[in-house]
């Protein structure tokens, strides 16, 4: 069978951008929450 | 200010729309590895943002230690300059480890398709995982330690823990093991065909612009702390200065 040719089809491809996605919208979730709490102190 | 943030915020989000959109759908297929080498037009950005986090880690910690214990600098108060140092250092040092983890689990699945291992011992593998291992423990001692002499051994170890990060740059360089050489400035014979550079440069440029606007969010958030634990340190200072007066109406 030959291997599809959509770079969207290609597993670890698809790992590699999602885990990026996920490890850089986590942190920017974590630093929203630090900030809005910081403000909600003041 | 606040319009700039989200300007900047915008203008990140297009390029790294525009990145993607080059580097799945525009630029060729690498003729040895096929659609897995595109695999690089994320894992390279996020050594660049690495090394950029790093390095503005290591200049804010260096500031930190030449202006703690100063009191005028260019005619303003050093020690809120200091503050800000030190917030910048933790805002890149946590960006820059971010960007270390998606390097690491990039090049994991890049290897476990590649080479057929998700992981080993191979100099350069090694060495940014040492890397990644100082920045922790550089995190795990500003959560757990506070005050003046946790920011100057934090400083401190700052410095020491950037002097891996040459290594890093040149394990390739200087040892031939499992990972290849290096592609960009690696010699006369590296590089990658330069109908794929708009791939690197438009991910390199939107990364980029993501880690800058969330390590300045970080920033923000991280000097308004350092402001609050100063106050409320100063008001337990004149709280105490001020119970010896009252001790002694009490006792007259």
């Known amino acids: 069978m030959q291997a599809p040719s959509n770079p969207m089809f290609h597993r670890h491809l698809v790992a590699a951008y999602c885990v990026t996605w996920a490890l850089q919208l986590g942190y920017l979730a974590y630093v929203v929450r630090k900030h809005l709490a910081g403000r909600a102190r003041l | 200010m606040k319009h700039l943030r989200w300007l900047w915020l915008a203008a990140t989000l297009a390029v790294l729309a525009n990145g993607f959109r080059v580097a799945i759908f525009v630029v060729p297929s690498d003729a040895e590895q096929g659609e897995l080498s595109r695999i690089l037009y994320y894992h390279v950005p996020s050594w660049a943002g690495m090394g950029l986090f790093f390095a503005l880690n290591l200049a804010a910690s260096v500031f930190y230690l030449a202006v703690r214990n100063r009191t005028r600098l260019w005619g303003r108060d050093a020690h809120a300059l200091a503050l800000r140092a030190d917030s910048i250092a933790l805002a890149s040092a946590e960006m820059g480890v971010v960007f ?70 040149m394990s390739t360089r ?54 609050a634990q100063e106050r409320a340190g100063l008001r337990a200072l004149a709280q105490e200065e001020l119970e010896p007066d009252q001790q002694h109406r009490q006792l007259v």
């Not at chain 2, 983890?101 to 593998?125: E, H, K, Q, Y």
């Not at chain 2, 003046?148 to 950037?162: C, D």
């Not at chain 2, 010699?187 to 612009?209: E, F, H, R």
């Open chain 2, 100 to 169: 270390c983890t998606v390097g690491l689990v990039t090049g994991s699945l890049w290897g476990r398709a590649a080479w057929g291992i998700w992981w080993t011992w191979d100099a350069r593998l090694t060495s940014t995982l040492i890397l990644w291992l100082i920045y922790l423990a550089y995190l795990l001692l500003r959560r757990f330690a506070e005050g003046p002499s946790m920011r100057t051994l934090s400083a401190v170890l700052a410095i020491f823990g950037y002097l891996d990060v040459p290594l890093v740059y």
């Open chain 2, 174 to 227: 200087w040892w031939r093991t499992q990972h290849p050489a290096p592609v960009f400035a690696g010699g006369p014979n590296s590089g990658l065909d330069p109908s794929m550079m708009p791939a690197v440069w438009w991910n390199l440029a939107g990364w980029l612009m993501w880690g800058l606007f969330v390590a300045g969010l970080r920033y923000a958030s991280v000097y308004r702390e350092q402001q």
